[in-house]
């Protein structure tokens, strides 16, 4: 039984630091998203601050959103790409740009 707990504890992704999704969200988001998600001038209506969200402001919704894409959109899935615990930490910090909207996880 120990062994098999020990297993387990074992297989979980270890959580991504905020620098490292700071990182991820340079190399694979800034560009359309602008710096801390305000927006480029290369895809306009792609800010995360100031303006309604379009598909989601939990952490469940940024996450499959995320993964997934959105199909007809230039918002292309990153589940081949990043894994699980990087897919997590943007979604994280993504939604910290947007100052209205409380931590993921926090209580309402």
């Known amino acids: 039984m120990t062994a098999l707990l020990l297993f387990i504890i074992a297989a979980q992704p270890a959580p991504v ?3 490292k999704a700071v990182e991820l969200y340079t190399a694979t988001c800034q560009v359309c998203h602008g710096p801390e998600g ?3 001038a290369l895809m ?3 800010a995360f601050v100031g303006r309604k969200w379009k598909h989601g402001t939990t952490q469940a919704a940024m996450v499959k959103t995320i993964t997934n894409g959105v199909q007809g959109t230039m918002m292309l899935p990153f589940k081949d790409k990043l894994s699980a615990a990087e897919i997590t930490a943007l979604a ?3 939604r910290s740009y947007d100052k209205k909207l409380k931590p993921a996880g926090a209580k309402r």
């Open 38 to 40: 305000k927006g480029s």
């Open 92 to 94: 994280s910090l993504v």
């Open 17 to 19: 630091s905020r620098e």
């Open 44 to 46: 306009k209506g792609s």
